[in-house]
């Protein structure tokens, strides 16, 4: 699947549902009205339309949510994804919370999946309770205990919030270094509906100008296939990167589409067109119709997006949380 800007998109990111067992701050309101299940697709359904984005192009996906470790069952589709795995698929991961990996850790290196991003946002529990409503810490440290015990190469990505984590960034990466884990760190993006975040909005230009006073950080071409830009971290020997969608565009090299649990393809995560995948299934459509529908919504791929978070203008902002479109 080639866009109209010549890129390539070999990348799916599949939202399963868009229920969690937290509130982060900047995700969700604190009183969610969650979808009618309905509405969300059957795992039967998601397996088969990633099965169809695998057949055409697709070699990574990405379980995501909401928290997708709290969908029943969601083993199942990871063993019926895992199965695809040296067919087409090359990587099966999860971005996740954490507090379920202490059950479902083994599990997923059973069927195939390397590597989890756990997000953490603090390495202290008042302001982990703080940020996430009423999550306590102690679950999603026992979760990375888990998640490494599997075997899994686990990634830490906490969100850069002005005023509540900044002056953790030295402990974190200090921290990961001695557990033997990379961190990224990810700017906070205007989605949804969730309370005015200019103030909470720090630029990760200030935070890695402030890390180099204490660490070594050399750029490096290292990739994951997602946005972020990694450097080397000489005094720990793990990496740091940074996801930078306020001030970096990394639009131009983007190979990837959006797929929430309700079947709607996203082409952009900062851009409002989408596509009705769960009509094109539910009609009754076979294969090949699925096929065309995915790649004509790929056709319409925009060049990127426009977020900007600034005082003097109201921020240009999508309407749906990351919970409902998958981080
Ligand atoms: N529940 C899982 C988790 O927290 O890892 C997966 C879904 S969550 C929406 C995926 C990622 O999006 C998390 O790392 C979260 O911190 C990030 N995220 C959520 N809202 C965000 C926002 N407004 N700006 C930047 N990152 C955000
Ligand atoms: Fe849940 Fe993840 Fe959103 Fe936090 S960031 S509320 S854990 S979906």
Redesign the pocket.
């Given at each position: 699947m080639i866009d109209p800007f010549g890129r390539s998109i070999s990348y799916l990111r599949v939202s399963v549902t868009d229920r969690?067992d937290?509130r982060?701050v900047?995700?969700m309101a604190e009183e969610m009205t969650f979808l009618p299940r309905a509405e969300v697709l059957s795992l039967e359904e998601l397996d088969r339309l990633c099965g169809a984005f695998i057949r055409l192009g697709v070699q990574k996906l990405r379980i995501?949510?909401?928290?997708?470790l709290v969908r029943r069952d969601v083993m199942t589709l990871f063993r019926s994804l895992g199965a695809r795995l040296g067919q087409g698929l090359e990587e099966l991961t999860l971005?996740?919370?954490g507090t379920q990996l202490v059950k479902y850790a083994e599990e997923l290196a059973a069927a195939g999946v390397r590597r989890v991003?756990?997000?953490l946002?603090t390495l202290s529990p008042e302001t982990f309770k703080h940020v996430t409503r009423w999550g306590r810490i102690e679950k999603t440290m026992a979760g990375i205990r888990a998640a490494k015990q599997a075997g899994l190469d686990v990634k830490i990505?906490a969100?850069a919030l002005k005023g509540v984590n900044e002056d953790e960034f030295d402990d974190m990466l200090a921290w990961c270094g001695h557990e033997g884990l990379d961190l990224t760190l990810?700017?906070?993006?205007?989605?949804?509906d969730v309370g005015d975040?200019t103030e909470q909005y720090l630029p990760l230009s200030v935070v890695r100008a402030r890390l180099r006073r204490r660490w070594t950080l050399t750029e490096t071409t290292y990739r994951t296939g997602g946005p972020a830009r990694y450097f080397d971290v000489a005094e720990t020997g793990r990496r740091l990167g940074f996801i930078t969608p306020m001030t970096h565009n990394f639009c131009e090299s983007c190979n990837r589409v959006r797929l929430t649990c309700t079947g709607t393809l996203f082409m952009c995560l900062g851009q409002d067109d989408a596509a009705d995948l769960r009509q094109v299934l539910r009609s009754g459509a076979d294969d090949a119709v699925l096929e065309a529908a995915i790649r004509e919504a790929i056709s319409r791929k925009p060049l990127g997006h426009d977020f900007v978070i600034d005082r003097r203008r109201p921020a240009a902002k999508v309407g749906r949380?990351?919970?409902l479109t998958?981080?």
């Open positions: 969690c937290l982060c900047y995700c995501t949510g909401g928290e997708p971005t996740t919370n991003n756990v997000s946002d990505n969100v990810i700017e906070t993006m205007p989605m949804g975040r949380t990351m919970s998958g981080g």
